[in-house]
């Protein structure tokens, strides 16, 4: 399983995406990602597809090649 801030992290380097983690806004426990709404409806709508695509890859065990 993947930490929040090392997927905030991910995010950032790998897709160009920035959120934020939700200890820094003191949400409780673990599993918390926050979002801006200020950016233009177009940079909103493709920087939550970029998360969303990214958490899925996170999230989705992959197979290997063996097929095993």
Do not use: Y
């Not at 959120?19 to 806004?25: D, I, K, N, S």
């Not at 926050?34 to 996170?58: K, N």
């Amino acid at each position: 399983m993947i930490g929040e801030e090392e997927l905030c992290l991910k995010l950032l380097l790998e897709r160009n995406v920035a959120v934020h983690p939700g200890f820094l806004f003191d949400f409780p426990g673990d599993g918390w990602l926050v979002i801006s709404l200020l950016p233009p409806i177009e940079q909103f709508a493709e920087g939550v597809r970029l998360l969303l695509d990214s958490i899925a890859e996170t999230l989705t065990p992959h197979s290997d090649s063996s097929g095993v």
